[in-house]
Structures are given as structure tokens and as C-alpha cells.
């Protein structure tokens, strides 16, 4: 069995490259996409439509053409994981997982013990609840090998 996983959230650590590591390793016939990662390429993603003269209309143009591929790329994936770093609030990361939520597809969550609480229903909605990269490897290498 293949699968195709979407890594959302946290942009910036390593995780996903741990996760694609751990999976490489492992043997796993993974396809992983992600969201735009370069942190001003997001933030300009709408800048060629012309400029703003207010800081919410140029978030509000690069968030729709983020969206395109957030959309795309969640609804063609098998599993999401999402990840909630302890240094910013993923507000996106949230929206990805309420998506998921509403289109039924799984999704595993991935965060410290500490913000277990303020992810409460979050987590409830998810598939399963990962605190490490080699967790969500692990649970990848069940789900595709039984």
C-alpha cells in the first residue's frame, strides 16, 4: 500500500524532514507534499495581483493563493499530520486540522505534552495524537504494513 501524506503547520524546525527520513528508512512508500515553507515566499504569494496599501488586504490575497494549494493538496492526501510547535501559534495549522475535521479525512496531531490542553478539541477530532517525528513514522509503518 502507498499513501500520500500532507505535512501541515510549524514551518520552523525539521520536523518534516525527520519524518521523511524516519520513513525513507523504514521502507515506507510515502509521497509527502507540504505547504510553502519559505516563511516572506508565503507571505507574498498574493503580491503579484498589485500592491496594497494596508498589511490585511496583502494577507488576505497571499492567504487565497496559499489557499489553493492548502485546499488541493489536503483534499488529494490520505492522512494530514499537523504540527503545533511551542515557539508560535499555528493558526493556520488549526484551520488545516477544522478542514480535515469537516471533509472526514484523518489527520494526526503533532505536539509537546504542554499544549495539550489549549488543543483539546483538536486533538479530539484526530486520528491520533504523536508527540515526536519517529511517533508519526511509527504509526505510518502500522497503517501501511500492518
Known amino acids: 500500500m502507498s499513501f500520500t501524506v500532507y505535512l ?19 521502507g515506507l512508500d510515502v509521497a509527502f507534499t507540504a505547504p510553502v515553507t519559505d516563511h516572506d515566499a508565503s507571505d507574498a504569494a498574493g503580491d ?3 500592491p496594497q496599501s494596508e498589511g490585511f488586504w496583502r494577507d488576505h490575497k497571499s492567504s487565497k493563493v496559499n489557499a489553493i494549494r492548502t485546499k488541493t493538496l ?9 504540527r503545533f510547535g511551542d ?29 495539550v490542553h489549549p488543543l483539546k478539541e483538536v486533538d479530539a477530532a484526530a486520528m491520533a495524537w504523536a508527540s515526536t517525528p519517529a511517533e508519526v513514522v511509527e504509526i505510518l509503518r502500522y497503517v501501511l504494513r500492518g
Open 8 to 26: 501541515s503547520g510549524e514551518i520552523h524546525t525539521d520536523w518534516r524532514e525527520e519524518i521523511r527520513r524516519g520513513a525513507e528508512a523504514a
Open 48 to 50: 503579484h495581483l498589485g
Open 74 to 82: 489536503i483534499e488529494q492526501s490520505d492522512l494530514v499530520v499537523v
Open 87 to 115: 515557539k508560535y501559534k499555528q493558526w493556520n495549522a488549526a484551520f488545516d486540522a477544522g478542514y480535515c475535521a469537516a471533509l472526514g479525512k484523518p489527520y494526526v496531531t503533532l505536539h509537546g505534552d504542554d499544549i
